[in-house]
């Protein structure tokens, strides 16, 4: 009772008060923790794991004073410096980062997870306004402008930067030199706020390297003010969906009357991916590792150097290929022809990157363009397994499937060569105001052609290959604009490496179906949903998940929703309204609903949807099946709403 007097009264007089401190460690009392956000080994850990959506966020218990009275023009200056560590249990995962945080308070009421730091929402201005934060952004968010997945950016009461740069340091000579600022590694930030010159300065380095001295942001305007309340709180937030990343704070100062302490890092813990279960590890511990190792690896280093340098090429070629390689398919790239194709991996022949890894583009010794993905792997084992699938998904051709055309390992590193496809993914002709929307006319023939190739992996072969992940960024336009379907046997591949550690689900949000939350193994019903989620999508031009919010009404039942109350016609994309018949667009959301029939067993199959779609049996579309339509919708009412007139004839199928 008294700590809290205490506290309050501290807080009363808070803004006469000075701010001076300086964290080398942490412990449970030192900082205001909320929600998701613990102190483990003396380390500031904001997120936690077990959760699907976690928010974590740590603050200095006192408010930083930064105007003398609501009103004052003047705001005052500080500076900070901290040392934090952002590591990723899968590399290939998206990323999410950390946010310095200068908010006028602690709480916010709408606070998304994922790759809104647990800070910001969609509101225009976030409820903790106003809020003044430098984002650590380890993902990379087009929506928000985000230049690329590994960025620092200085937010003004909006996720989108005012300015942002790709996360490095200049040297001493003035050279720009990366850091990544996702493998675990200790990286050091500095933070300068002049408030009498309105400035924001923003340094980063590694452990190791001296303070910088040209900072890697910067930002000088007045409407800095404007940021900036009376006083202020200051720490830090993150947060996370379904993947894991360890966002630490390691050390703080902060000084609101010079320039912050400086923080000693010799001692400081280090969470590198093989060494992070032994973060417990004392810290005399670790230093005596480290140099043992340094020297260890120095000597054999100068040792080997000459035999790796003859042996390189033998490695590559040969030992790297384990004898159960050998078993499947001849088509195996040669590494040094994908790295040749896409000059090296450069960053300009990205294209892009998703949930398994980077997509690069390549040319082909023979002039063939190529998609190269590259999917980071830990367990040899679901590698094997995942083999034994890719080799029957080469027999797997289809007009409407992406082709793959080989592969190639190396170490964990798998790389798998697929036909290019020039006009890239679905979502950018839908979503994230693209150049050119795509019309009505397009939509449906590139649903009907997903469905064909769908109904080839479900019914096409002698045993059912399951896609597992349909979701609009796996749809891809061949150059007549024409569907296919990308990606699949990944999502299997992606669970065999988690198996070892979780039991997570694999898909992607939005497009689970339900039954998934409980049961076992993914059937060819749960594709069936995941395409109804994607053609609901595609004909409202809205996403599955528009925030990452838990209580956000998802897209599947918002069209419910106007089903039920007989408004579907409201639930088009208005950017091509006029492009469509009214029934035809209602039709094609029944269908959708259909297949998101909560009850895997009352979903079409896909070869019933094909029919549907292309209208070949319209008219023999038995009533049954159209009745099924409404089933999720009025949830065992009566048969007057399901009972929909029979569709209309349908437009002419596309040809063959
Ligand atoms: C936490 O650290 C502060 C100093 O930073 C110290 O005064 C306090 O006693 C510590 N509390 C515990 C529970 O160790
Ligand atoms: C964070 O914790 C507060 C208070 O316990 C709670 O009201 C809020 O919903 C939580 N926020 C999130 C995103 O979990
Ligand atoms: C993480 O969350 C789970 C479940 O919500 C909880 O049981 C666990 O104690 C939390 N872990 C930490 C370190 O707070
Ligand atoms: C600023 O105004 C709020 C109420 O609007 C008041 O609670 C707070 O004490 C004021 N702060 C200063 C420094 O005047
Ligand atoms: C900051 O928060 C205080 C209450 O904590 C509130 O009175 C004040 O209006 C807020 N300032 C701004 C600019 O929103
Ligand atoms: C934010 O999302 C909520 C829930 O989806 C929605 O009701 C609200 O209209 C959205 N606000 C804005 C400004 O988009
Ligand atoms: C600084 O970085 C550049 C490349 O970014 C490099 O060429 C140069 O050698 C570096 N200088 C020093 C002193 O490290
Ligand atoms: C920010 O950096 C610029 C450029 O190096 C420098 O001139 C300025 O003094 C710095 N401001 C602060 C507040 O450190
Ligand atoms: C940092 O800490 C280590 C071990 O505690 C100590 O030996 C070293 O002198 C410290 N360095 C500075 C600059 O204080």
Known sequence: ???????????????????????????????????????????????????????????????????????????????????FSILPQITSSPGFGLAFVLSNSTTPKDALSGQYFGLFSNATTPSVAPLLAVEFDTGQNPEFNDLDGNHVGIDLNNIESAVTHTAGY??????????????????????????????????????????????????????????????????????????????????????????????????LPIFLPESSSSSSLSAGVIAGISI???????????????????????????????????????????????????????????????????????????????A?????????????????????????????????????RKGNELMLVYDYMPNGSLNRWIFDKPKQVM???????????VAEGLNYLHHGWDQVVLHRDIKSSNVLLDSEMRGRLGDF?????????????????????????????????????????????????????????????????????????LYAEGKLHEAGDSRIAGEYKVEDMERMLKIGLACCHPEPQHRPTVKEVVAMLLGEEASAVPGSLLSELTRGVDDGGSGEASAPAPPPPPPPSPPA
């Not at 004898?323 to 960053?347: I, N, V």
């Not at 019309?439 to 052609?449: F, K, P, S, T």
């Not at 070892?500 to 898909?507: F, N, S």
């Open 1 to 83: 009772m008294l700590h809290y007097l205490v506290f309050f009264v501290f807080l009363l007089f808070s803004p006469c008060f000075a701010l001076d401190f300086l964290f080398n460690s942490f412990n449970s009392t030192d900082l205001l923790l909320l929600n998701d956000t613990r102190i483990e080994s003396s380390v500031v850990r904001l997120t936690n794991d077990s959760n699907e959506f976690s928010v974590g966020r740590a603050f200095y218990p006192v408010r930083l004073p930064m105007r003398a009275t609501n009103t004052s023009t003047t705001i005052s200056s500080f500076s900070t410096s901290f040392v």
């Open 489 to 561: 046997g990944l999502a299997k591949l992606y669970q065999h490496g988690q198996a070892a550690k979780t039991t997570r689900v694999v898909g992607t949000l939005g497009y689970l179906a339900p039954e998934l939350a409980n049961v076992v193994a993914p059937t060819a019903a749960s594709d069936v949903y995941s395409f109804g989620v994607m053609v609901l999508e595609v004909v409202c031009g809205r996403k599955p998940i528009e925030t990452w919010s838990e209580d956000d009404p998802l897209l599947i039942d918002w069209v419910r929703e």
């Open 372 to 408: 190269v993905k590259c999917v980071n792997h830990d367990s040899k084992q679901g590698l094997r397994e995942f083999m034994a699938e890719i080799s029957s998904m080469g027999r797997l051709q289809h007009k409407n499937l992406v082709q793959m055309r080989g592969w190639c």
């Open 170 to 267: 200049y040297n001493s000579t003035g050279g720009f030199v990366d850091l990544d600022m996702r493998n675990g590694q200790n990286v050091h930030a500095w933070i300068e706020f002049d408030g009498t010159q309105f400035e924001i300065n923003v340094t980063i380095a590694p452990i190791g390297v001296s303070r910088p001295s040209k900072p890697l942001l910067t930002y000088k305007n007045a409407a800095i003010a404007n940021y900036v309340s009376a006083d202020m709180y200051v720490g830090f937030s993150a947060s996370k969906v379904t993947w894991v990343e360890a966002q630490r704070v390691l050390a703080w100062s902060l000084s609101d009357t010079g320039i912050a302490r400086n923080i000693n890092t010799t001692n």
């Open 292 to 370: 043992a190792s340094v020297v260890f690896v120095v000597i054999c280093l100068s040792g080997l150097y000459w035999f790796w340098q003859k042996k390189k090429r033998i490695e590559e070629e040969e030992d790297e290929i384990e004898d159960w390689e050998l078993e499947y398919w001849p088509h195996r790239f040669p590494y040094e022809d994908l790295r040749e194709a896409t000059k090296g991996f450069s960053d300009n022949e990205l294209l892009g990157s998703g949930g398994f890894g980077r997509v690069y583009k390549g040319t082909l010794a023979n002039g063939t363009e190529v």
């Open 439 to 449: 019309g009505w006319e397009g939509r449906r023939r590139v649903l009907a052609d």
